[in-house]
């Protein structure tokens, strides 16, 4: 079992129910998606256990059991292979551990009240929420008072330049 496997139960989300919502979004530079986290190791990968003595091994056993040249070289040939998935593997699993490092789960909640199904429920929450509306309308209005006003100046003052300098070519 490959040690990335239980990772997935932190990426589980929760459902939600009418009285709450739950937000679940991964706060790294990529996104891990199951598949990247349960997808299977190279196939020919040994276990972490079996690493260090696997090569030394191998190598032993060809170079001092069999003397022929060609067989020599064969033996090579598969220590290189051997090698070969021993970095694969462990280039494999750092790049599932430092995706795993580099993402965290930001879980928020927020809690609503059920509205009343009355016929003061839907007044009930206009009134409630009567601060943010009257919040924006005056955001709004300082907005557009800060933009329209020295607009309104610069017009002002475009209109009466051009009046003036028509009465003075008529006049």
């Given at each position: 079992?490959?040690?990335?496997?239980p990772v997935?139960?932190?990426?589980?989300?929760?459902?939600?129910?009418?009285?709450?919502?739950?937000?679940?979004?991964?706060?790294?530079?990529?996104?891990?998606?199951?598949?990247?986290?349960?997808?299977?190791?190279?196939?020919?990968?040994?276990?972490?256990?079996?690493?260090?003595?696997?090569?030394?091994?191998?190598?032993?056993?060809?170079?001092?059991?069999?003397?022929?040249?060609?067989?020599?070289?064969?033996?090579?040939?598969?220590?290189?292979?051997?090698?070969e998935?021993?970095?694969?593997?462990?280039?494999?699993?750092?790049?599932m551990?430092?995706?795993?490092?580099?993402?965290?789960?930001?879980?928020?909640?927020?809690?609503?009240?059920?509205?009343?199904?009355?016929?003061?429920?839907?007044?009930?929450e206009?009134?409630?929420?009567?601060?943010?509306?009257?919040?924006?309308?005056?955001?709004?209005?300082?907005?557009?008072?800060?933009?329209?006003?020295?607009?309104?100046?610069?017009i002002?003052g475009?209109?009466?330049?051009?009046?003036?300098?028509?009465?003075?070519?008529?006049?």
């Amino acid at each position: 079992m490959w040690p990335l496997t239980p990772v997935l139960a932190s990426f589980l989300l929760v459902g939600c129910g009418e009285a709450g919502n739950y937000e679940a979004t991964p706060s790294g530079v990529d996104k891990i998606t199951t598949a990247d986290i349960s997808e299977e190791p190279p196939k020919e990968a040994p276990e972490s256990g079996e690493i260090p003595v696997s090569v030394p091994r191998i190598a032993y056993t060809y170079r001092y059991q069999y003397r022929l040249v060609a067989e020599l070289v064969e033996a090579e040939r598969g220590v290189a292979k051997v090698n070969e998935e021993i970095d694969q593997a462990e280039s494999w699993l750092a790049q599932m551990q430092g995706r795993v490092d580099f993402s965290a789960m930001n879980l928020s909640y927020v809690s609503r009240t059920p509205s009343s199904r009355g016929f003061l429920g839907p007044i009930r929450e206009a009134v409630r929420n009567l601060d943010t509306i009257l919040g924006t309308v005056i955001g709004a209005l300082i907005i557009l008072g800060a933009i329209g006003i020295p607009l309104g100046f610069v017009i002002w003052g475009i209109v009466w330049l051009v009046g003036h300098l028509r009465r003075r070519r008529n006049g």
